[in-house]
């Protein structure tokens, strides 16, 4: 049983870039979501998904753009990179939204030069 | 906006001390978690504990919750040097939103 699996784990990109963070659960999850940790900001709520097909937004969604077309894939796409995003980006998926514990990936480390 | 914070924002004590750790939060709660977070690693969960209820137990954790001042506590007994981390409590409403997280105690168990 693996989990919540995200790669990459360590990614560098230039201003500008776009690049795709994966995600895949294996729990049959309905709800997923992508969560960004900055140094002493815990952790803010980027996009989140209650199952296939639907979306929303949380508390920092700008910049970043997600899907789910499957109930075991949450990517979260980067459209234009910037500084202001090099972060510490993890994927977490429940069985409900916040009643159940939430899975958490090892996390992606992205630095924007 | 964060939720929930935590005090202190760092502790450091000894192997076999008790740690006690702090959570705040804002508005009406369907439920509290802590979390754990090791170096370079992600979260783990600790324990969860419902707005109806006052106390958890969980091996060698202990959470407390008081809704009326909006607090709580995670209590670690006889720490290890292994129990170095990072803590967060989140909180959970009954909106369906999803969690939202403090900023985290930063544990440091001295051998």
């Known amino acids: 049983n693996a989990g919540v699996t995200q790669t990459p784990k360590f990614q560098v990109l230039k201003t500008g870039q776009s690049m795709t963070l994966q995600c895949a659960q294996d729990m049959n999850h309905e709800y997923m979501s992508w969560y960004r940790q900055d140094p002493g900001m815990g952790l803010r709520l980027i996009h989140y998904s209650v199952g296939a097909g639907i979306t929303d937004q949380g508390e920092v969604p700008n910049g970043y753009n997600v899907s789910r077309s499957t109930t075991e894939d949450f990517p979260l796409r980067l459209l234009s990179a910037a500084p202001s995003q090099t972060s510490v980006y993890f994927c977490?998926?429940?069985?409900?939204?916040?009643?159940?514990?939430?899975?958490f990936g090892q996390g992606t480390r992205l630095t924007v030069v | 906006s964060q939720q929930g914070e935590e005090d202190p924002q760092a502790l450091s004590i000894q192997e076999g001390e008790n740690a006690t750790m702090n959570c705040s939060y804002k508005t009406s709660i369907n439920n509290l978690q802590w979390y754990r977070q090791n170096s370079g690693r992600g979260l783990v969960h600790l324990i969860l504990?419902?707005?109806?209820?006052r106390e958890k137990h969980s091996g060698r954790l202990r959470v407390t919750l008081d809704t009326s001042k909006k607090s709580s506590s995670l209590l670690i007994t006889a720490s290890r040097a292994a129990d170095t981390a990072s803590y967060f409590c989140a909180t959970g409403d009954n909106a369906g939103n999803m969690l939202t997280f403090g900023g985290g105690t930063r544990l440091m168990v001295k051998p």
């Open positions: 977490a998926s429940s069985y409900s939204s916040t009643n159940t514990e939430a899975f």
């Open positions: 504990i419902r707005s109806n209820e």
